[in-house]
């Protein structure tokens, strides 16, 4: 029978949300929340893995009213301890520890190329206000850019004579297809905006002749110069890279 005590209930209830607490914490401390949501939320799953655990506590030593001195006598008081939750409440309080054991048993991977495949991958990127296109611009130095601080700027300004010509170093992770040409690839990084259901696939044309021997999906640092290359047809940020290195996956990819 899918059926138990009111006192078994309420213990289920306190691990069940130990257990989303401490899966949270988990994914806070080693870094891999940014995989699934924004960074910018991580306060507020902080705050939240704090409070389910304290709701834990709590359902752990309260004591169930008819506990309490004085209302029930020792036999009436066994017999309400006795007494069966309702019937499924086993069955739904364990299903919400499905998502704990899955993020347990499967093994936990950022967002890879085959997101690109079954998304498309985005040359440009309206993704912040003119704003702060301006402070990109005057206040961030062009070195100091990333991937989509780049495609920002060159949708802003596709001119070769405002884009052209800057120093840029980036990092990302080898992509290409049939599109991208011989002796080019696509610099690859995603932009979440609020969760990896909105992830979008940036791509930095990068021009390099030794493109045939790099590590599809491997992670590359580019160093390079800027210039307006084109990408099926359409003018397309590029950059003419002096080198490319091959590194190490970032914490936060």
């Known amino acids: 029978m899918d059926s138990m005590t009111l006192r078994g209930q309420r213990t289920l209830q306190a691990l069940v949300l130990a257990a989303i607490g ?25 705050i939240g893995a704090v409070g389910l655990l304290w709701l834990a506590q709590a359902q752990m030593t ?58 498309g991958v ?62 080019r690839f696509l610099l690859s990084r995603f932009a979440v905006t609020c969760c990896v259901a909105d992830a979008t696939a940036l791509g930095l044309l990068v021009e390099w002749p030794g493109t045939a021997e790099l590590a599809k999906e491997g992670w590359v640092r580019v160093r390079g110069t800027t210039a307006v290359g084109e990408l099926e047809g359409r003018s397309s940020a590029l950059v003419q890279a002096a080198s490319v290195e091959a590194i190490d996956r970032p914490d936060q990819p």
């Open 62 to 119: 309260a004591r169930p009213p008819f506990e309490a001195v004085g209302l029930e006598g020792e036999v009436g008081g066994a017999e309400r301890q006795a007494e069966r939750a309702a019937p499924g409440s086993r069955r739904r309080l364990l299903l919400l520890l499905l998502p704990v054991l899955l993020g347990v048993v499967i093994p936990a991977a950022p967002l890879s190329a085959a997101a690109i495949e079954r998304r």
């Open 122 to 183: 985005a040359a440009n990127a309206p993704l912040r206000s003119p704003t702060d296109t301006q402070a990109l611009r005057f206040t961030l130095a062009p070195e100091d850019r990333t991937i989509l601080d780049w495609l920002v700027l060159f949708q802003e300004d596709p001119s070769s004579v405002a884009f052209a010509g800057q120093p840029a170093d980036v990092i990302g992770f080898v992509y290409s297809d049939d599109r991208v040409g011989e002796g």
């Open 22 to 46: 401490f899966y949270l914490l988990n994914l806070i401390w080693s870094g891999r929340l940014g995989w699934y949501i924004h960074t910018r939320f991580l306060p507020l799953t902080l």
